[in-house]
C-alpha cells in the first residue's frame, strides 16, 4: 500500500507538471498585456516603458518572489531622442501612412516644409566623380534620395541636405530602430517603400518634431526564489522587456515577438518556480531588462552594477523571440558553453523541440554583457517560418503563435531540476 501510494504521489507530480508545462494561457494573458496599445509599445514615450516595469514588479511581488534590494528595481539613466506629435509626409500632395509607407529615423531632429526631391540612385556607387559633384552641390532645402549602393547616407550624410531619404529595395518591409537615438543629427533620415516614392515624384512636404531626452531614466527588473538548500551557484533567466515605442503620435510598435515573448517566458518560469511544490534546490534569479533596443543599456549596467555575484551564476539563460518555434530553437554562444549539450540531451530525453541547434558567440541580445564578464551565457531564440514580422507595425500579439512556447519552457525547468 505504501509502494502504491508512493506511485501515485509522483504521478500526480508529473501530472500538475504536464499540465503547467502545457497550458500557456497565463503566458499568453501576460503577453497581450505587455504588447497592448495602452504599453505604448514599451518605449520612452507616454511612460511606455515604466507602465512594463511596474507591471513586472507586479507580478513579481504577487508571486512572492525575493528582491536583490527592496523594490525589485534597479535604476539608470541615458539619453535617447523622441519623435512626438503627428508625423506628416506628402509626396507631390499624396499623404503617406507613417511607419507603413515610411519610417522616420529616431536621430532625426524636428523639420517642417517643402522639399524638392534630388535622386542619387543606380551605378552611383560606381561613379566617383558623380558622388564628389554631388558633395560639392548646396542641397539646401532639398532632400536627397539614395538607394541600397548609398544607404550608410542614412547613418553619415556627406551632403548638406536636410533630408535623406532611401527608397527602399522592392517586396521588403521596411523596419525601425532605436540603437541609434542617443543623439539627434543634422539631417532627417528617412526609409521609404519603392511604390511611395516613384522615381519621377518631384518634392516632399513633411512635418516631424522631436523631443530629446537628456536624463531618461529606466529600470530594470530583478527578483530570485530561495533554493532549498545553501547551494553556492545559481541560474538566472534574462529577457528584455522594452521595445521601439512610438514613432509620432499613433503608430505603436507593440514588440510581441520582440520581446514581450521572451519577458512572458522570464514571468512563466517565476510564476512556476515561485510555487512552493516546484521551489528549486538552488536558487533561481529572474532578470528583465530596458534599454536593450537602444544598444544592451540595461544589462550593460547591471554587467558592471551586479546586483549579484556574477562568479556564483552557473548559466544565464537570456529568451529574446520565443514567440514560434515549428523548426526548434536556436543557442547563441551554443558552439562554445557545455549548457548546449544538457539542453540536446534533455530535449531528446522528453522529445520537446524539433531541434536544439548550436550558433557562434554573438553579442546581439542582453547575454553579451555578461558573456564578456567571464558568466557563461547563452541567448536562446525560436525558429519558424510562421511569424516573422520585426521591428514593424504587425509584430502584434494576436498573430504571435506561440507555437513552442511549452515546449521551451518545460525544457527550461529541466534544466533547472536536471542540475547536476
Same mark, same amino acid.
Given at each position: 500500500m505504501k509502494n502504491r501510494l508512493r506511485v501515485l504521489f509522483f504521478g500526480?507530480?508529473?501530472?500538475?507538471?504536464?499540465? +503547467?508545462?502545457?497550458?500557456?494561457?497565463?503566458?499568453?494573458? @501576460?503577453?497581450?498585456?505587455?504588447?497592448?496599445?495602452?504599453?505604448? $509599445?514599451?518605449?520612452?514615450?507616454?511612460?511606455?516603458?515604466? /507602465?512594463?516595469?511596474?507591471?513586472?514588479?507586479?507580478? &513579481?511581488?504577487?508571486?512572492?518572489?525575493?528582491? +536583490?534590494?527592496? #523594490?525589485?528595481?534597479?535604476?539608470?539613466? &541615458?539619453?535617447?531622442?523622441?519623435?512626438? $506629435?503627428?508625423?506628416?509626409?506628402?509626396? #507631390?500632395?499624396?499623404? =503617406?501612412?507613417?511607419? /507603413?509607407? &515610411?519610417?522616420?529615423?529616431?536621430?532625426?531632429?524636428?523639420? @517642417?516644409?517643402?522639399?524638392?526631391?534630388?535622386? &542619387?540612385?543606380? %551605378?552611383?556607387?560606381?561613379?566617383?566623380?558623380?558622388?564628389?559633384?554631388?558633395?560639392?552641390? %548646396?542641397?539646401?532645402?532639398?532632400?536627397?534620395?539614395?538607394?541600397?549602393?548609398?544607404? %550608410?547616407? =542614412?547613418?553619415?550624410?556627406?551632403?548638406?541636405?536636410?533630408?535623406?531619404?532611401? /527608397?527602399?529595395k522592392a517586396g521588403k518591409k521596411l523596419v525601425w530602430s532605436v540603437s541609434r537615438a542617443f543623439e539627434v543629427k543634422e539631417f532627417v533620415g528617412i526609409q521609404m517603400l519603392p511604390e511611395a516614392l516613384p522615381v519621377d515624384a518631384q518634392n516632399i512636404t513633411i512635418s516631424v518634431r522631436n523631443h530629446f531626452l537628456e536624463d531618461y531614466k529606466s529600470y530594470n527588473v530583478a527578483a530570485y526564489e530561495p533554493g532549498k538548500t545553501n547551494c553556492d551557484t545559481m541560474i538566472v533567466f534574462t529577457a528584455h522587456y522594452d521595445h521601439l515605442g512610438e514613432m509620432g503620435k499613433g503608430a505603436i510598435f507593440n514588440g510581441a515577438n520582440d520581446n514581450a515573448s521572451g519577458t512572458a517566458m522570464v514571468l512563466t518560469l517565476a510564476k512556476y518556480f515561485s510555487e512552493e511544490v516546484h521551489q528549486p534546490d538552488c536558487p533561481v534569479a529572474f532578470v528583465l531588462f530596458s534599454g536593450e533596443e537602444a544598444g544592451l543599456l540595461g544589462s550593460s549596467y547591471m554587467a558592471e552594477h551586479p546586483l549579484f555575484d556574477l562568479g556564483k551564476v552557473r548559466y544565464l539563460i537570456n529568451l529574446d523571440m520565443v514567440g514560434t518555434g515549428s523548426e526548434g530553437i536556436t543557442i547563441v554562444n551554443g558552439a562554445t558553453e557545455p549548457l548546449f549539450d544538457k539542453m540536446v540531451a534533455l530535449n531528446e530525453e522528453f522529445s520537446l523541440l524539433a531541434e536544439v541547434k548550436p550558433r557562434g558567440v554573438s553579442c546581439n541580445s542582453d547575454h553579451c554583457p555578461f558573456s564578456e564578464k567571464g558568466v557563461s551565457s547563452v541567448f536562446i531564440y525560436t525558429r519558424g517560418p510562421e511569424f516573422s514580422e520585426y521591428h514593424n507595425l504587425d509584430d502584434r500579439p494576436e498573430h504571435l503563435p506561440l507555437t513552442a512556447f511549452w515546449e521551451l519552457s518545460r525544457l527550461l525547468i529541466e534544466v533547472v531540476e536536471n542540475g547536476d
Open positions: 500526480f507530480l508529473i501530472f500538475g507538471h504536464s499540465l +503547467f508545462a502545457q497550458d500557456t494561457s497565463w503566458a499568453r494573458q @501576460q503577453l497581450n498585456l505587455l504588447a497592448a496599445d495602452e504599453m505604448a $509599445g514599451r518605449g520612452y514615450t507616454h511612460d511606455g516603458a515604466l /507602465r512594463a516595469a511596474r507591471h513586472i514588479v507586479q507580478e &513579481f511581488r504577487g508571486m512572492g518572489l525575493e528582491s +536583490f534590494h527592496g #523594490d525589485y528595481l534597479q535604476e539608470y539613466h &541615458f539619453l535617447i531622442n523622441t519623435l512626438v $506629435g503627428d508625423i506628416v509626409l506628402n509626396v #507631390d500632395g499624396k499623404e =503617406l501612412i507613417t511607419a /507603413r509607407d &515610411f519610417m522616420v529615423s529616431l536621430s532625426s531632429p524636428s523639420i @517642417q516644409g517643402r522639399f524638392d526631391l534630388v535622386y &542619387f540612385l543606380d %551605378d552611383s556607387l560606381k561613379n566617383t566623380d558623380r558622388l564628389e559633384n554631388l558633395k560639392n552641390q %548646396d542641397l539646401d532645402g532639398k532632400a536627397l534620395v539614395v538607394d541600397a549602393f548609398h544607404r %550608410d547616407f =542614412l547613418q553619415n550624410n556627406p551632403t548638406n541636405a536636410p533630408i535623406i531619404i532611401y /527608397r527602399a
